[in-house]
């Protein structure tokens, strides 16, 4: 039951294929909205690591040359997580990720695009025993969703 109560993991919040340009640009990533799962019928997810789960999709993908949490870089790529929309039981669990997507021009500050992309994974009972894994693997799920779709729009941008 221990391994159930561990907080969400950044690796398995990355999404695997996905259709991305790359850009010749540096990006600072800033993530807000997360918070620390303080107990496992109450799983959310850390700033941190949605972060690293980010940063790290975008390094396998080659989307910007270079990813920075802080300095000078081209842009700021600027992500919120709204909302985490989970279920309190079930043999099924859907949970729905709200994210707020932004990119700007560091030097301007100028907006460059906004979109809030919401989406959804379910786990069936038959992924995972236990209920609060279940929550945890969904979760996770909603979250790779959320960067997958996150980054595909931001690479259909003229940067």
Known sequence: MASCAAPTS???????????RKFNK????????????KRPS?????NQDFAAAIQSTIE???????????GNADYRLE???????????GF?????ADVSWRVREAQSDRLVWHKN???SHTTGAGEAFVGVKRLKLAIEGAMR??????LEEISKLPL
């Open 10 to 20: 950044p690796t398995a919040m990355v999404p695997a294929g996905i259709s991305t």
């Open 26 to 37: 540096t990006v600072v990533l800033a993530v807000t909205g997360g918070e620390e799962t």
């Open 42 to 46: 109450a799983f959310t997810v850390s």
């Open 60 to 70: 396998q993908n080659d989307v910007f040359s270079r990813v920075f949490r802080s």
């Open 79 to 89: 992500v919120r997580l709204i909302e985490l929309d989970r279920p309190m039981m």
């Open 92 to 96: 099924s669990m859907t949970v729905t």
């Open 117 to 119: 992309i919401r989406r």
């Open 145 to 150: 969703e959320s960067i997958k779709a996150g």
